[in-house]
């Protein structure tokens, strides 16, 4: 949802709720799980002196949260929905209270047909209450609803057999959970901004998934359709499944 130069592209928010929209005419419920404060943040306040990276990621996504969400509100309401925020830290994911109010609040956001956004809190996500990235809060949010499928979208077709930028490099359609196919992955972390993630991450993740019986694809988000695609059987994006 962000380009290279660190911004948040509004027509990729509004075709990722456009295709919610369409799914919730056919009574397919989605989860949205969505990165992009960190960004939205310094896009308002610009450079930083704050020296201490743990501490610039709060301020910065304390600023960006409220943005993200004004405009998800924003979109949803032009597609005559409504969407919720979900803040998280990876503690809350721990058996106990916590767990079974957020979990409870799941299920009630949706029997009032709102759509949850859910992001990391990361206000005060620092050290063990922090998630690895947004991948792994996805899983663990697929996992507690019991969702269906998971749809992990990232900036490229999905996994490739070799450097994306290969001209033998083709898409990985499938990937068995036992399947080591780590070393097709190279370190290209573009630097953007704070983003954590990366392919390693959501190969990980995605088989984690798919252990716990959710059928996971990883695909693009920044093409049109991929998420109706997927939903309607087409072959898009690297499925991972037991
Ligand atoms: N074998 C591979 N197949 C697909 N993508 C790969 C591969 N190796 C490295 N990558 C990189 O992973 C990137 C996707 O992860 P990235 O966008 O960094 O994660 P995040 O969405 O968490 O920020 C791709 O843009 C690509 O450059
Ligand atoms: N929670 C942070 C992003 C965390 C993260 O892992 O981002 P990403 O690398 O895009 O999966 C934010 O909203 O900016």
Same mark, same amino acid.
């Given at each position: 949802m962000t380009n290279r130069d660190n911004r948040i592209v509004r027509p990729v928010l509004d075709r990722l709720v456009k295709q919610i929209a369409e799914l919730y005419e056919r009574d397919i419920i989605t989860?949205? &799980?969505?990165?992009?404060? *960190?960004? @939205?943040?310094? %896009? &308002?306040?610009?450079?930083?002196? /704050? $020296?201490? $990276? @743990?501490? #610039? #990621?709060? *301020?910065?996504? @304390?600023?960006?949260?409220?943005r993200m969400m004004r405009l998800y509100y924003n979109i949803f309401h032009d597609y005559g929905m409504k969407c919720a925020q979900v803040l998280p830290t990876k503690n809350d994911f721990d058996p106990g209270e916590h767990r079974r109010n957020m979990k409870n609040c799941y299920e009630n956001l949706l029997s009032e047909g709102v759509i949850p956004i859910a992001n990391e809190d990361d206000t005060v996500s620092l050290s063990h209450a922090m998630f690895s990235d947004n991948d792994e809060l996805a899983c663990l949010i697929a996992e507690m609803i019991d969702a269906d499928k998971l749809i992990i979208l990232t900036d490229i077709d999905g996994l490739y057999d070799g450097h994306p930028d290969a001209d033998d490099s083709s898409l990985v359609e499938e990937v068995g959970i036992n399947e080591n196919v780590n070393h097709f992955i190279s370190d290209t972390k573009k630097g953007e901004a704070e983003g954590r993630g990366g392919m390693l991450s959501k190969l990980n993740y995605a088989k984690q998934s798919a252990r716990k019986n959710i059928p996971t694809i990883i695909a693009n988000g920044k093409s049109e359709n991929? /998420? =109706?695609?997927?939903?309607?059987? $087409?072959? &898009?994006?690297? $499925?991972? %499944? =037991?």
């Open positions: 989860v949205l &799980v969505s990165s992009g404060s *960190v960004i @939205a943040g310094m %896009e &308002v306040l610009g450079h930083s002196d /704050i $020296k201490d $990276k @743990a501490s #610039r #990621r709060q *301020v910065y996504s @304390a600023i960006g949260q409220p991929t /998420i =109706i695609d997927i939903i309607d059987g $087409k072959a &898009v994006g690297t $499925k991972v %499944e =037991i």
